[in-house]
Structure formats: structure tokens, C-alpha cells
């Protein structure tokens, strides 16, 4: 019987509240079980510096972690989904997928202006291609530029002028118990958000049973079905976490509704493919919308970026 249970988790402060999270679902479960948290510190933590459009497709937040739970340094990972690698390694596997959060995105100003409220010439941050080009499909006349730190470095980055406002995850915000009705929040119309966005992953060594049984009690069956329809479609589309790429699935009784993009971060163009009551296995579903996707243009718009 398994007595104590370490979880590897980044040191940012929401990463740190996730795992926590996660901690307290098994030890409610499982009281007579100890579960710790080790910190440890990824590439992406370390250099703060290069641009994440160029690097997050390597998995710079989940690769030291990765390498840890194989050198069986600590028995599980917390991740955040939306970071993990679609190539999944081969000693590894996702044992659980929580909970999820407001998949959304918001736009956050110290006003809580709206996009469609800044003035022309406007200063946003993000580092993602998914919203680059989402934003530029709503507003063509707003500037938008790089940033890099966790949320609350980037929040003070516009409190101190340097940016207008910031696109952030409405999950990550919600964990931080920050009130997010005081924010604008994109619709889907607006912004789709990253395939898993808002969902936890615990990551674990394959080989183990005994904890994949234990984890398995705090495995969401109808989350688990929608985020890997969302990261089947980002797998078919051939494409890492910076391919700009927006979905979301939602899991109904007997049903599936998905929609997705496929975006050009330069010129905000946009293909966008939608399909509901789908009855059928998610996998069949994630390589209809994905064909869809790359014959009506997508497959051009991501060339540029593979």
C-alpha cells in the first residue's frame, strides 16, 4: 500500500496552488496517505528572456519535471494540460485530468475595459500566436507585443505603463482567487482558447499500477473526453503548443460539440470549423474538424509556423 505520494510541480505561485488542489482531492480521498509537493525548476522558469512564440512547442515547462518522474525523483507532475506536450513519452502517461476551470480568455486593463473599448494604437501582451491572431481578427488597429513572467509580473507590467492591457487565462486568474468579473471576458466567438486550457494534468510512470488506481479516483471521465478531442485535433494538425490553433469541446450525456480555429497570427485570418451533437467516438470527431480545418485554409496559415 502506498503511504506517501511527491508531486513535482513548478514554483510559480498558481502552479503551486494546482498541485495543492490536486493534494487536497487525494488526501480527502485517501487520508491515511501523505502527499508533498517538490518544486522544480523548468527551462521555461529559468530563461525569461526568449520569446515563448519560438520556444513553447519544446515543452519548456514540463520537460524538467518529465525527466524527474522518470528518474522516479518524484512519483507524479502536476501540469497544467495546456503545457504538456502532445508527444507524449513513452514511460509516462496521464493518469488523471482533475478539473477544469473557465477555459476562456480575458483581457485583463485595470478598468476592465473591452477590446472593442481601447483607443486605436493600444498596447497588448501576450505570448501566444493563438491570441495574436485572434486579436487581430477583432481589432486590426491595436499593437501587440511580446511578454514574458508569471501573472501577477505581467499584471504589474501594464500597471507601470509598459502594456494597456493583457490577454490571460480565466482559469489561472480564477486559482488565484482573483474576482474576474471585474475583467473582460472573450466569448468563443471572440477568442477560442488553447487546446486543454483550464484543465490539470497528473502525469505518472507508466509502470506504476498502484497509483494510476489511486489517481484514477480523481479522474473527470466527461473533462478527460473533451480535452482529448482538443489535443487530438492540435495532434492531427502536426503542430506543438505554438501552432495557433483554438478549440473547445464540450461533453454532453450522449454528444460532443467542438469548435476550432486555425488562425494567422499576421493578418488575423481565420478558419473556423464547427461541429455539434457529434454521437461518435471523439478521435473520429477530432479528424473530421481537423481535415476540415486544413483544407479551408488552414493548412497554409500553419506551413508558416511548423
Known amino acids: 500500500m502506498i503511504k506517501q505520494i511527491t508531486f513535482g510541480t513548478r514554483g510559480s505561485p498558481l502552479a503551486i496552488i494546482q498541485t495543492n488542489r490536486v493534494i487536497s482531492q487525494l488526501e480527502t480521498i485517501y487520508p491515511d496517505i501523505k502527499c508533498i509537493s517538490?518544486?522544480?525548476?523548468?527551462?521555461?522558469d529559468k530563461d525569461q528572456k526568449s520569446s515563448l512564440t519560438l520556444t513553447e512547442h519544446l515543452g519548456i515547462f514540463a520537460t524538467e519535471i518529465q525527466s524527474s518522474l522518470i528518474n522516479k525523483e518524484i512519483d507524479a507532475a502536476v501540469h497544467s494540460l495546456k503545457d504538456l506536450p502532445i508527444n507524449h513519452l513513452k514511460k509516462l502517461k496521464i493518469a488523471a485530468i482533475p478539473n477544469r476551470e473557465d477555459p476562456a480568455d480575458i483581457l485583463y486593463h485595470p478598468d476592465g475595459l473591452s477590446l472593442h473599448d481601447l483607443p486605436s494604437g493600444s498596447i497588448i501582451g501576450t505570448c501566444s500566436l493563438r491570441r495574436t491572431g485572434q486579436l487581430r481578427n477583432l481589432r486590426?488597429?491595436?499593437i501587440i507585443r511580446d511578454i514574458r513572467g508569471n501573472v501577477e509580473t505581467r499584471m504589474e507590467k501594464?500597471?507601470?505603463?509598459?502594456?494597456?492591457?493583457?490577454?490571460l487565462a480565466a482559469a489561472g486568474l480564477i486559482r488565484l482567487k482573483y474576482d474576474i468579473s471585474k475583467y473582460y471576458k472573450f466569448s468563443f466567438d471572440e477568442i477560442l482558447p488553447a487546446p486543454?486550457?483550464?484543465a490539470l494534468a497528473v502525469e505518472i510512470r507508466k509502470d506504476n499500477q498502484e497509483l494510476e488506481s489511486i489517481l484514477a479516483k480523481i479522474d473527470d471521465i466527461k473533462i478527460r473526453e473533451s480535452v482529448e478531442v482538443e489535443r487530438e485535433i492540435l495532434n492531427n494538425i502536426g503542430g506543438g503548443c505554438s501552432i495557433p490553433i483554438g478549440t473547445i469541446t464540450s461533453s454532453k450525456v450522449d454528444s460532443l460539440d467542438t469548435i476550432a480555429c486555425i488562425v494567422d497570427?499576421?493578418?488575423g485570418k481565420k478558419t473556423l470549423i464547427k461541429e455539434t451533437n457529434?454521437?461518435?467516438v471523439g478521435k473520429e470527431l477530432a479528424k473530421t474538424i481537423s481535415k476540415k480545418l486544413l483544407s479551408n485554409g488552414g493548412k497554409k496559415i500553419i506551413s508558416k509556423y511548423n
Not at 517538490?38 to 521555461?44: D, L, Q
Not at 501594464?158 to 490577454?167: E, L, N, R, S, W
Open 38 to 44: 517538490k518544486i522544480i525548476e523548468t527551462y521555461g
Open 158 to 167: 501594464v500597471h507601470t505603463g509598459q502594456y494597456d492591457a493583457i490577454v
Open 196 to 198: 486543454g486550457q483550464g
Open 140 to 142: 486590426k488597429d491595436i
Open 265 to 267: 497570427p499576421q493578418t
Open 278 to 280: 457529434w454521437k461518435g
